[in-house]
């Protein structure tokens, strides 16, 4: 299975931004951010998360075992930022944006990211992968396949919060 496999295809996200003007992509969600903004996030994150992979995996002796207190706190943390009961401010580095963004050009580069993401993770060794291969701030170190779930969630929250 490619590791984008499980995320809200691209395509699916192209369609749903097909109906939508250019003034309804760019309004602010209750003065927060616009649909553009929590998607461009999202591509940043994918993004960010597939950087910081690649440079922990390139030193094996630095990969840890992912306990089972994490997997507990992942859960705690979906299901309560599902129910609205935890709000997490998200890292500065994935909440900058661009004066001009394009749907397109996002699109483009979300793709170019996810084929990136997946021709690694073909090479990435099993025994790599059930390490904690990336560090989220809150819940702590997350295998591959946490991270994929991670990944999965988290875009879905916010295509959620920018009702698509």
């Not at 209750?30 to 929590?38: A, S, T, V």
């Not at 922990?56 to 992942?74: E, G, I, M, N, S």
């Not at 170190?141 to 959620?160: A, E, P, V, Y």
Request: net charge positive; proline share 3%.
């Amino acid at each position: 299975m490619r590791f984008t496999e499980s995320f809200t295809p691209l395509h699916v996200i192209q369609q749903k931004l097909a109906r939508l003007s250019h003034a309804e992509l760019h309004q602010s969600q209750r003065g927060k951010w616009n649909i553009l903004q929590h998607l461009y996030h999202c591509w940043m994150v994918e993004r960010g998360v597939l950087a910081y992979i690649k440079l922990k995996t390139q030193d094996p002796t630095a990969l840890v075992d992912v306990l089972v207190q994490t997997r507990l706190k992942f859960t705690i943390f979906f299901i309560a930022l599902r129910l609205g009961v935890l709000k997490v401010k998200a890292p500065d580095v994935v909440q900058k944006f661009p004066n001009e963004m394009s749907s397109v050009d996002l699109l483009d580069k979300w793709k170019k990211t996810r084929q990136e993401a997946d021709a690694f993770f073909v090479n990435l060794p099993d025994n790599f992968a059930q390490k904690g291969v990336f560090k989220h701030m809150y819940i702590g170190r997350l295998n591959k396949g946490l991270t994929q779930k991670f990944i999965r969630l988290h875009l879905r929250h916010h295509l959620r919060l920018g009702r698509l």
